[in-house]
């Protein structure tokens, strides 16, 4: 039988497992979400210019931000969304299943620079990718946990 690469108690495989866990959904949640943002309907925000506009009740929305007509800049915002949401799920997978600390690095690094990418982007893309912050911010404070519980375990040996 193989040896977890943790194997410090239960705190430690709680952490690792939450860990996994909500690493791997923040970073599934955010490529999906971000692939609806782009390619499906998006909410028109008030105040910016309407273009191919129509109305669902008293929602505004778009029939696509790609068909919206892209700036650079709004294709380097997503494509470096989708990078964060990939490293989230590695960084996670990385951390929690090898003990890999550069996995957490890359978890924390990521779920910073997506959220704060979800602090400036625009509203359609935060419904799309709503779950995917928190998610990231949990994952990463999990892989923090068992990373220190699991140095303690260590120090105590």
Known sequence: MQEEPWGHGT??????????????TAG???????????????????????????????????????????????????VVMFLCAVGIGTGAYQHS?????????????????????MAICDLSIVVSILLSGPLALASAIAGSVAELWSGKADNRK
Do not use: N
């Open 28 to 78: 599934l949640w955010g490529i999906v979400g971000l692939a609806l943002a782009t390619y499906g309907p998006i909410l028109h925000q008030q105040g910016s210019p309407a273009l191919l506009a129509y109305y669902i009740g008293d929602a505004k929305w778009l029939p696509r931000l790609a068909g919206a007509g892209l700036s650079p800049f709004t294709i380097i915002f997503l």
């Open 97 to 117: 299943r090898h003990r890999i600390r550069a996995g957490l690095v890359l978890l924390w690094l990521c779920s910073v620079i997506f959220l704060v990418g």
């Open 11 to 24: 705190v430690v495989e709680l952490a690792t497992g939450f860990e996994v866990l909500t690493g791997l």
